[in-house]
């Protein structure tokens, strides 16, 4: 789920961090794979609003991809019954994978983790919840992205969803 920013200052200070933010997750999960016994794989998925029925995602699926061949006139048709459905905005995972063991995490969530204090994904799934609050100590004096913060919490948060992984001691049991 996206987080919830209508205030346009709060928006402006996403926007600085949010990019800074994912290159720094996705450095320091290379990092981590490097030194783990864990494969990962990154990969390109669709995040649907929930309660959308599984034939309500075939339907918008098949109109998306009908899109990259249709003809202008078609392409208005399409864009037309599009309108009235849901629209899934992408996201991007990292899958890994260790012996029988699969674990997906979702990168954007983790950048939101960064970005924003006390984040929590079930949080912006409830109307009734407030906006989230952007970690204001990211950002500098000047404005700027404060790059030793965000690299030392990007850091802590990659380092503990390695840790909270199934271990080998799990793995025999």
């Given at each position: 789920m996206l987080p919830r920013i209508t205030d346009p200052t709060i928006w402006q200070k996403a926007?600085?961090?949010?990019?800074?933010?994912?290159?720094?997750?996705?450095?320091?999960i290379r990092q981590q794979l490097d030194s783990s016994s864990w494969?990962?794989?990154?990969?390109?998925?669709?995040?649907?609003p929930s309660g959308i029925t599984d034939e309500t995602k075939i339907q918008v699926t098949q109109l998306l991809q009908a899109m990259e061949t249709a003809s202008p006139e078609q392409i208005e048709?399409?864009?037309?019954?599009?309108?009235?459905?849901?629209?899934?905005?992408?996201?991007?995972?990292?899958h890994l994978q260790r012996q029988e063991h699969q674990v997906s995490l979702d990168l954007w969530d983790l950048c939101y983790q960064v970005c924003f204090v006390n984040y929590n994904?079930?949080?912006?799934?409830?109307?009734?919840?407030?906006?989230?609050t952007?970690?204001?100590?990211?950002?500098?004096?000047?404005?700027n992205?404060?790059?030793h913060q965000l690299e030392n919490k990007t850091k802590r948060l990659i380092q503990q969803a390695f840790a909270d992984l199934p271990t080998m001691s799990q793995e025999s049991e």
């Open positions: 926007e600085l961090l949010m990019q800074p933010a994912f290159i720094r997750i996705i450095d320091n494969q990962g794989t990154y990969h390109d998925v669709l995040i649907w048709e399409i864009r037309a019954t599009l309108h009235n459905l849901p629209i899934p905005h992408p996201g991007y995972h990292l994904r079930e949080d912006q799934e409830e109307p009734k919840n407030s906006e989230v952007i970690d204001s100590s990211l950002i500098d004096q000047l404005g992205v404060d790059w």
